[in-house]
């Protein structure tokens, strides 16, 4: 049995390095072709509640508004997902339609750190059972939140100020936000992403749990408590933030990678795999890079049968890599004879 706990103690040296710059997608399978997904991109999924199984599928599409106001339109398949790859999102919108009638508009954070690439937002639209074509009715999203005409004034001038990385002054307007309502999870929300960027750490941690208490299922707010845990060194934190993740939402592959992250750096490689291995089952395309981070591992501890392995799974998954040659050859000079 190889022993990953050693593997991981290895591997952790490397990976303080490049744990600040992690971004990931769970809804973006070509995205994978970058170690540790540094492709800027906008994703996430529309579901629609109310259709009947054997009903035609409405015509659903959804358009991508940048901050310059350029629009880009995606058709919507089954699965209801989309991704718009190589985008800065940041302040940008998202609009859904359904036959052509706008069912939702939801506005994106501000990027308020430049390793903050990507970006996911999901809807929850409902239908009459009925009438499957008829125009939707009710929209909802994760970051959808019905705020008084003041704090919404206050929300968007802080949106700009966070545009013109004025973070100082973002904060204050913020902080007003919640101080008046203090169920606003999108402004907690900012406001972690705010101290994160200001590298005020303890408040940050403060806002996401704030976050956390006006909206337990926030998954955004439990992956990015768990990577400013991460930055404190606190990685025993960082897991529990993490695993609360994935029980909010099982089918979180991005959940299960930074989890993976988190107890490779707590030397806790076995569980660290596990949970990576996890991603890769949960999105095969899309976290398949999970591939190259294990062979890395095993490479920097002399494991080079089991890295050639994970290189190996890896070109299956993605064969047109740009350094698909250079995996090739270091598995022809180091052949696994693994399952």
């Known amino acids: 049995m190889f022993n990953f706990q050693v593997v991981a103690i290895c591997f952790a040296v490397f990976l303080s390095v490049s744990v600040t710059h992690s971004q990931s997608s769970d809804a973006c399978s070509e995205v994978a072709s970058s170690l540790w997904l540094d492709t800027p991109a906008v994703y996430g999924r529309v579901v629609i509640d109310g259709i009947e199984d054997h009903a035609r599928p409405p015509k659903v599409t959804v358009t991508l508004i940048s901050r310059e106001q350029a629009r880009t339109t995606v058709t919507l398949d089954r699965s209801g997902k989309f991704c718009f790859r190589e985008v800065d999102g940041s302040g940008g919108a998202l609009v859904v339609e359904v036959e052509d009638n706008e069912v939702g508009r939801q506005s994106l954070p501000v990027r308020a750190s430049k390793t903050m690439k990507q970006f996911q937002q999901d809807f929850e639209i409902s239908m009459p059972k009925k009438n499957a074509a008829s125009r939707p ?5 994760k970051f959808q939140y019905s705020r008084k005409s003041e704090n919404m004034k206050l ?46 750490h303890t408040a940050a941690v403060n806002a996401y749990e704030n976050a956390l208490k006006a909206k337990p299922d ?22 529990r933030s993490l695993s609360d993740a994935t029980k909010a939402d099982p089918t979180s592959a991005r959940s299960f990678r930074l989890l993976g992250e988190a107890y490779i750096m707590d030397k806790k490689g076995t569980l660290g795999v596990e949970a990576l291995n996890e991603a890769i089952r949960l999105e095969p395309v899309a976290m398949a890079d999970g591939h190259l981070l294990m062979a890395k591992l095993y490479d920097l501890a002399g494991a080079k049968k ?34």
Do not use: C
């Open 218 to 239: 926030l998954g955004i707010a439990m992956i990015q408590l768990g990577r400013v845990r991460m930055l404190q060194g606190r990685y025993d934190l960082a897991i």
């Open 137 to 141: 009715g009710v929209v909802s999203a």
């Open 306 to 339: 089991h890295a050639s392995r994970e290189y190996r799974l890896f070109l299956q998954k993605v064969p047109e890599h740009p350094e698909a040659k250079r995996f090739q050859k270091y598995i022809l000079e180091h052949p696994d004879g693994l399952n």
């Open 155 to 200: 929300f968007e001038e802080a949106n700009a100020l966070l545009r013109q990385r004025d973070h100082k002054r973002a904060v204050h307007l913020l902080k007003q936000i919640v101080a008046s309502d203090p169920e606003d999870f999108p402004a907690w929300t900012q406001l972690g992403l705010a101290h994160t960027e200001l590298n005020d």
